[in-house]
Structures are given as structure tokens and as C-alpha cells.
């Protein structure tokens, strides 16, 4: 039988390489100006939307098409290959329930037998489920079976930490998650959020005030949950701000000891949200 295939889907924020090395299958969500829709990934950048933001535009997103996951299914049923898809968390993106439809159908088409298609949601995002999928990807690399990568990815999946802020309140209240007049206070005395992920949702965790302070309550936060820092791959997502990533990983090594790191830039639909100014660590916890 060949290797289990797996899929996810952009909003994952995989550098290309990784993606291009384990041979990930990535389906793009979309961004949409005005009546135009742009595939992530495929011709519109994180650059060109940050751009675009900073000159006023407002973006929305799409989630994958329950048909787009049809045909990538039926793709590699009808190879006989054994496939997983690792979602976007279902509290965050429709993408979940999506690609459930689409393998419901698969089913009545195909029968549960011949359907070996496994979807796993991870309650993750961005390269906070990223990192579980390029898990995935090296134990099916090492010719793990379907189920053997499902309880990984299920287990990963539990103990991923997320703890990001963004130091311009406006696009959130843009993007309809801020009320105007908490952005406006927010920025006038440079206080901004701290925020992680909880059972799927955005969660707020607390204030700070001012960069150094913020950066001081991250760590601590990390120091607190975090397990064995010293031997993962710790994940770092920037906005159009990538100075910063030097000296976060300057703080990682100098607190922990910690020599592995994926970063990059935050993709094209999550960076349509949070806006440019954004630092978003990944982590696994205790």
C-alpha cells in the first residue's frame, strides 16, 4: 500500500519549502476585494494584502469548497491511497465541516470501504496546526499507518499552545472583532492584547502595555505551559514586521535553550484579520 497522503489546508502557514519537501497537498482558502477572489498562495501574497490594508482596504476570507475537498478526495480514492486531511479549527473556519460533506458524499458514491479518507480537527491555526501537519507528514514519510498518524495528530493536536498579540488594533476592529472604540483607546495608550487558543476560539488572555511588557508576559506565559522547549521546533509567525524575529529567537534560546524554529510570514487569509502588525508563537504544552 503507498504512504498515507496528507492534506491540509492553507490557512496551516507551512513555509513553501516544507510543503514542496513532504509533498503536502495545501488547498487555499481565499481573500476577496471587493468582487475579486484571491487563492492563497496561488496569486495574491501576504505582502500585496498587507499593502493593500495599509492603503485601506478592507479584506474578507473564504473557507475551501465543499466541492474543491470532493475532488481532492476522489483524487486519491480513485489511486487507492490512503489520505488525511488536518484542518483549520471548525471554531474558526467552515473548512472543517466542509470537507465532512464531501466525504459524506464520497461515501454514498464510493462505500465507507473504498473511501479511506480520514479528516482530523485539529482545534489549531496557523502554524499552530502547522506544526502537526509537518508531524504528520514525517510519520508518513516513515510509512506509518492511517490510523497511527490520526492518533498523532489527535494528541499533537491537544497540547499545541498559541500565544500571539498584535501591536495595531485596527484591523481587528475592521475585520469586525473589536469594537472601534476599544482600538482607539488601545492604540492611544499602547495597550494591546495577549491572546491564545482554547478549545478551537481566539481567547483573550490578558493586557499589556507597551512592546517590552508584552514580550515579557509571552514568555512567561510559555515558560509556565510550555514542555521540554528545549528539543521542539517552536513555530514564530510575523506580519510585515519580520525584524522581529531575530530577537524572539534570541529570547527562546536565551531562556530555554531552544535552537529549532519554522518561521515566516503569516498567511494572505489569516494577516487579512490581525492585520501587518502581528507575533504569533506556537508551542507544545505540557
Not at 502557514?13 to 509533498?23: A, G, R, T
Not at 501574497?45 to 465543499?66: A, N
Not at 499552545?161 to 469594537?179: A, E, I, P, Q, S
Not at 531575530?246 to 498567511?267: A, M, P, W
Amino acid at each position: 500500500m503507498e504512504k498515507v497522503k496528507i492534506i491540509t489546508d492553507s490557512a496551516s502557514d507551512l513555509p513553501k519549502e516544507l510543503v514542496e519537501q513532504y509533498d503536502i497537498d495545501v488547498l487555499p482558502l481565499a481573500v476577496i476585494e471587493n468582487s475579486m477572489q484571491y487563492k492563497e498562495g496561488v496569486n495574491i501574497t501576504p505582502e500585496e494584502v498587507f499593502k493593500k490594508m495599509r492603503e485601506g482596504t478592507t479584506f474578507t476570507t473564504s473557507q475551501v469548497t465543499s466541492h474543491d475537498y470532493y475532488l481532492k478526495f476522489e483524487e486519491y480514492i480513485l489511486k487507492d491511497r490512503p489520505c488525511i486531511y488536518i484542518a483549520f479549527s471548525s471554531e474558526l473556519s467552515g473548512c472543517y465541516q466542509a470537507s465532512i460533506l464531501a466525504k459524506d458524499q464520497l461515501i454514498q458514491e464510493y462505500g465507507e470501504e473504498k473511501c479511506n479518507v480520514t479528516i482530523v480537527d485539529t482545534k489549531c491555526a496557523s502554524l499552530g496546526f502547522g506544526l502537526i501537519v509537518l508531524r504528520a507528514a514525517e510519520e508518513a514519510k516513515k510509512g506509518k499507518t492511517l490510523e497511527e498518524i490520526r492518533n498523532i495528530v489527535i494528541e499533537k493536536s491537544s497540547k499545541m499552545g498559541h500565544v500571539f498579540t498584535v501591536f495595531d488594533l485596527n484591523y481587528l476592529h475592521k475585520g469586525g472583532r473589536l469594537k472601534k472604540s476599544t482600538a482607539i483607546l488601545g492604540n492611544l495608550l499602547n495597550v494591546y492584547p495577549i491572546l491564545h487558543v482554547e478549545e478551537g476560539s481566539l481567547k483573550l488572555l490578558e493586557t499589556a502595555r507597551g512592546r517590552k511588557k508584552q514580550y515579557k508576559r509571552m514568555f512567561e506565559i510559555i515558560k509556565d505551559t510550555g514542555h521540554d522547549l528545549k528539543n521542539q521546533t517552536v513555530g514564530i509567525i510575523h506580519g510585515d514586521n519580520v525584524e522581529v524575529v531575530d530577537e524572539l529567537k534570541g529570547i527562546f534560546n536565551e531562556k530555554f535553550q531552544t535552537s529549532k524554529f519554522i518561521t515566516r510570514s503569516v498567511g494572505a487569509v489569516i494577516g487579512a484579520h490581525t492585520g501587518p502588525e502581528l507575533i504569533a508563537l506556537f508551542y507544545y504544552k505540557k
